[in-house]
Each structure stands twice: as structure tokens, then as C-alpha cells.
């Protein structure tokens, strides 16, 4: 996995090396990067960046996820709006972004497999599915069994998750990187000490690195990509909490943003310090941490946990190992948009290496 992750990010500081010193846009940069790697681990193979299926598939994800408003919002909880108003609500936007994924997850998977596969030896997602369905046989009440159709709903929604969850958060770390300059000189120092500057990280690097583990509890924090972060639940029965009557059948929603900004347990939340979650022996405080609910919690929680978190230390220890980010603006905004995903505004970066080739 990591090799093929690894494959992307070396495009990537290529593309940073070619434009150094000059300001460089960062909107929507890592969209087709952080969906290539994701697509290589699920299907064993790669786009070119100007690939027009994979350019089609994250204009879909990332239509899904601009869409905003109230209406939208009201849609989700009052369905009978968005089947009389589907267009002026954007649910009908949603929807089709939405289906256009989960076709394309489709096609991928009627496709045939490429040589070299080998039963109980899956090189990719795709493969370890394939070797399920061949040993459910004819259950059809399994979820590997075709009839079903559970592969492409499976697939969109990882791809989904990841595309806009780690490339968002991507532009927020280099933005944040900007703002604090003395948070990536001590990220920095990390990486020289643990990784040195020749090789690639390694994700068995993690546990070693504090400091970037606190740095990115600090990332998901601050930034809250998601501020009304699913998956919603319904109560189940009737039931009080904190004085408050929710009657059964009611929506619940966790209002990510507000917890993760709250100055009760934050102090001050409005500052982005790393240090809140280390101890004084420079450990992380497992107390703290576990109060980041950047991708939900319970059951259900965000299945492409695990792969995001691996894939934005890759990323950022790649890109600080070799480059110092700084920002064109001196005071750039770091008012995130409204809407289902918190994005940043639109800023320009200038990267310059930090050592001579």
C-alpha cells in the first residue's frame, strides 16, 4: 500500500519542485492525487493525471460535496422536499453526484481482473472482494454475493470519503503550516531527527513521531472539515438528555464543529497549538486525543479512517521533509466555507526546498 501511495506523492513533490519559488494555487491540488492512490489500492492499477474518467469521477465527489444551504440540509431530514423540489433544494445535485459514483465504482468492478491473480493472495481491495464472492458461493443473503450489489456502494463511499477528506485537510495543514511557522519548523526538526532527509517515511515511523501525532489531532481539531458530522442516527424510543425531551423517531446530529471549538474542554480553541495533546513528558495525552471526533465515533463511524490517517502522514512528512511552505498572503483567511465539507478560501503557497540537490 505504502508503495503505491508513495507513487503519488513523488508526482506531487515533482510538480512543487517545477514550480518552486513561485506562488502555486492550492485549491482542489490534491483531488486527483489522493483519488489515484486510493483507486491503485482498490483496483491495482493508476490514471494518468489527465485521465478524463478519473477527472469525471472527482468532479462527481467533489459535487456531492460543495453542495450547501439550508434546503439541502432540510431535504436530508424532510424527504417529501426534496421529491416536490428537487432542483431549487440541490438535493437532485446531490443525488446525481452521488449515483455518478457509485456507476463508475460499477464498472470498475464488471470489469475483468487483471493477470496475475491468485486466489487468497489479493493484491488489492478489488481481488480480496472477488476471493469472498468465490467462497460465499451462492448465498445470496451474503453481502459479497452480487445481487447485492454492495461492492460499488462500498467503493464510493471509501473514495468519497478519502478524495475530500484528505486532500481538504491537506490544504488546511500547508495553510496552517503558513500561519504558525514555528509548528513546521518543530514538525520539521521531527522529521530530520526520526526520518533524516534521503529516505521516504514509512508509516512504521508513526509511533515513533509525537509531535506530528499531535499535530495532526491538532489539524483535524481546528480545521473540522466535516462540522455536522455523520453518520446522522434516529432515537430509537423516547428519552431526556440534559433536561431536553427527544421524542422517539428524532433525528440526531452530531454537531462536530461545536465540540471540537468548545471552550470548556478546548480552553482556547481558537488557537492552533499541537501541544494541548502531549503531556509534560512530551507523550500523547490518550484523554485528549480520544475528544477528536473528526470522523464520527460509535459503529458507524468513518470506514476510511485508517487509510486517511495514513495517507495525510505520508503526505505531510513527505512534502515538510523536502520543502519550507510559506504563504503570498501575510494574513491569509482562515475562514473555512460553508457547507457539508469545511473548505478553506482560495490561497497560493510558494514552496522552496530546504536542501540542494
Given at each position: 500500500?505504502?508503495?503505491?501511495?508513495?507513487?503519488?506523492?513523488?508526482?506531487?513533490?515533482?510538480?512543487?519542485?517545477?514550480?518552486?519559488?513561485?506562488?502555486?494555487?492550492?485549491?482542489?491540488?490534491?483531488?486527483?492525487?489522493?483519488?489515484?492512490?486510493?483507486?491503485?489500492?482498490?483496483?491495482?492499477?493508476?490514471f494518468?493525471?489527465?485521465?478524463?474518467?478519473?477527472?469525471?469521477?472527482a468532479?462527481a465527489?467533489?459535487?456531492?460535496?460543495?453542495?450547501d444551504?439550508?434546503?439541502?440540509?432540510?431535504?436530508?431530514?424532510?424527504?417529501?422536499?426534496?421529491?416536490?423540489?428537487?432542483?431549487?433544494?440541490?438535493?437532485?445535485?446531490?443525488?446525481?453526484?452521488?449515483?455518478?459514483?457509485?456507476?463508475?465504482?460499477?464498472?470498475?468492478?464488471?470489469e475483468?481482473?487483471?493477470?496475475?491473480?491468485?486466489?487468497?493472495?489479493?493484491?488489492?481491495?478489488?481481488?480480496?472482494?472477488?476471493?469472498?464472492?468465490?467462497?460465499?458461493?451462492?448465498?445470496?443473503?451474503?453481502?459479497?454475493?452480487?445481487?447485492?450489489?454492495?461492492?460499488?456502494?462500498?467503493?464510493?463511499?471509501v473514495?468519497?470519503?478519502?478524495?475530500?477528506?484528505?486532500?481538504?485537510?491537506?490544504e488546511?495543514?500547508?495553510?496552517y503550516?503558513?500561519?504558525?511557522?514555528?509548528?513546521?519548523?518543530?514538525?520539521?526538526?521531527?522529521i530530520?531527527?526520526?526520518?533524516?532527509?534521503?529516505?521516504?517515511?514509512?508509516?512504521?515511523?508513526?509511533?515513533?513521531?509525537?509531535?506530528?501525532?499531535?499535530?495532526?489531532?491538532?489539524?483535524?481539531?481546528?480545521?473540522?472539515?466535516?462540522?455536522?458530522?455523520?453518520?446522522?442516527?434516529?432515537?430509537t424510543?423516547?428519552?431526556?438528555?440534559?433536561?431536553?425531551?427527544?421524542?422517539?423517531?428524532?433525528?440526531?446530529?452530531?454537531n462536530?464543529?461545536?465540540?471540537?471549538?468548545?471552550p470548556e474542554?478546548?480552553?482556547?480553541?481558537?488557537?492552533?497549538?499541537?501541544?494541548?495533546?502531549?503531556?509534560?513528558?512530551?507523550?500523547?495525552?490518550?484523554?485528549?486525543?480520544?475528544?477528536?471526533?473528526?470522523?464520527?465515533?460509535?459503529?458507524?463511524?468513518?470506514i476510511?479512517?485508517?487509510?486517511?490517517?495514513?495517507?495525510?502522514?505520508?503526505?505531510?512528512?513527505?512534502?515538510l521533509?523536502?520543502?519550507?511552505?510559506?504563504?503570498?498572503?501575510?494574513?491569509?483567511?482562515?475562514?473555512?466555507?460553508?457547507?457539508?465539507?469545511?473548505?478553506?478560501?482560495?490561497?497560493?503557497?510558494?514552496?522552496?526546498?530546504?536542501?540542494?540537490?
Open positions: 500500500m505504502e508503495n503505491r501511495i508513495h507513487e503519488e506523492i513523488e508526482e506531487v513533490l515533482e510538480m512543487f519542485k517545477a514550480q518552486e519559488g513561485k506562488p502555486l494555487k492550492m485549491k482542489d491540488f490534491f483531488h486527483v492525487s489522493i483519488l489515484n492512490a486510493t483507486w491503485s489500492l482498490f483496483m491495482g492499477q493508476r494518468e493525471r489527465g485521465n478524463e474518467k478519473l477527472k469525471h469521477l468532479e465527489i467533489h459535487e456531492f460535496c460543495t453542495i444551504g439550508f434546503l439541502v440540509q432540510l431535504a436530508m431530514l424532510v424527504p417529501a422536499i426534496s421529491k416536490y423540489i428537487p432542483v431549487y433544494s440541490g438535493f437532485q445535485r446531490q443525488l446525481d453526484g452521488l449515483v455518478a459514483n457509485y456507476k463508475f465504482m460499477e464498472e470498475a468492478y464488471n475483468t481482473l487483471p493477470p496475475g491473480h491468485v486466489q487468497g493472495q489479493p493484491r488489492n481491495f478489488k481481488e480480496a472482494w472477488m476471493d469472498q464472492v468465490e467462497l460465499i458461493g451462492d448465498d445470496k443473503t451474503s453481502s459479497f454475493h452480487p445481487s447485492q450489489n454492495c461492492y460499488p456502494k462500498t467503493a464510493g463511499d473514495f468519497m470519503s478519502s478524495m475530500e477528506s484528505v486532500s481538504t485537510t491537506l488546511w495543514t500547508l495553510l503550516m503558513c500561519c504558525v511557522p514555528e509548528v513546521q519548523k518543530k514538525l520539521q526538526a521531527e530530520d531527527q526520526m526520518i533524516g532527509t534521503t529516505r521516504s517515511p514509512l508509516l512504521i515511523d508513526r509511533p515513533r513521531m509525537t509531535y506530528m501525532d499531535a499535530v495532526t489531532s491538532e489539524l483535524l481539531r481546528f480545521s473540522t472539515i466535516t462540522p455536522m458530522n455523520g453518520p446522522w442516527r434516529r432515537a424510543e423516547d428519552g431526556e438528555y440534559k433536561g431536553y425531551t427527544i421524542p422517539r423517531n428524532t433525528f440526531l446530529v452530531a462536530t464543529y461545536a465540540l471540537h471549538h468548545d474542554v478546548w480552553g482556547d480553541p481558537e488557537n492552533f497549538r499541537p501541544e494541548r495533546f502531549l503531556t509534560s513528558d512530551g507523550k500523547i495525552d490518550k484523554n485528549v486525543s480520544s475528544q477528536v471526533l473528526a470522523f464520527s465515533t460509535g459503529k458507524r463511524h468513518c476510511g479512517e485508517n487509510l486517511a490517517r495514513d495517507q495525510l502522514f505520508l503526505y505531510i512528512v513527505s512534502i521533509q523536502k520543502f519550507t511552505v510559506t504563504c503570498t498572503n501575510e494574513n491569509p483567511s482562515l475562514v473555512g466555507s460553508p457547507g457539508m465539507v469545511r473548505y478553506p478560501q482560495a490561497f497560493e503557497l510558494i514552496f522552496t526546498s530546504r536542501f540542494n540537490d
